[in-house]
């Protein structure tokens, strides 16, 4: 459960930006931590990959699509919500006018 636990960890770090993550070393860090290659550490990835019989190479590449997909859907959210927000204005003017 440790070994998921950090993984699921890193995953929801590197979904933010590093602007939004305090602090922003753990960003740096949980980065540098997925792209290692260290097998030597027992709580690096590549042995928390061997624990549950994964692909270490290929888990890390689903993991910065995951992670590069996630932080794209979240930039696109906030220029639609800006962009709703100008569109509830307009709506709300033209019904002063209106009336």
């Known amino acids: 459960m440790l ?10 770090t590197l979904k933010h930006s590093p ?3 305090k602090p922003k070393l753990v960003w740096g860090a949980t980065e540098r931590w997925l792209l ?8 690096a990835f590549v042995p ?14 689903k993991i910065v699509a995951l992670v590069t997909k996630a932080r794209n859907e ?18 709300d003017q033209q019904k002063s006018l209106r009336r």
């Open 36 to 43: 290692s290659p260290r097998e030597d550490y027992v709580f």
């Open 3 to 12: 070994f998921m636990a950090i993984l699921l960890d890193a995953i929801e």
């Open 74 to 91: 979240r930039r696109h959210i906030k220029r639609h919500r800006i962009s709703v927000r100008g569109q509830y204005r307009r709506l």
């Open 19 to 21: 602007k939004e993550t």
């Open 48 to 61: 928390i990959c061997e624990h549950f019989h994964w692909d270490a190479k290929w888990l890390r590449k």
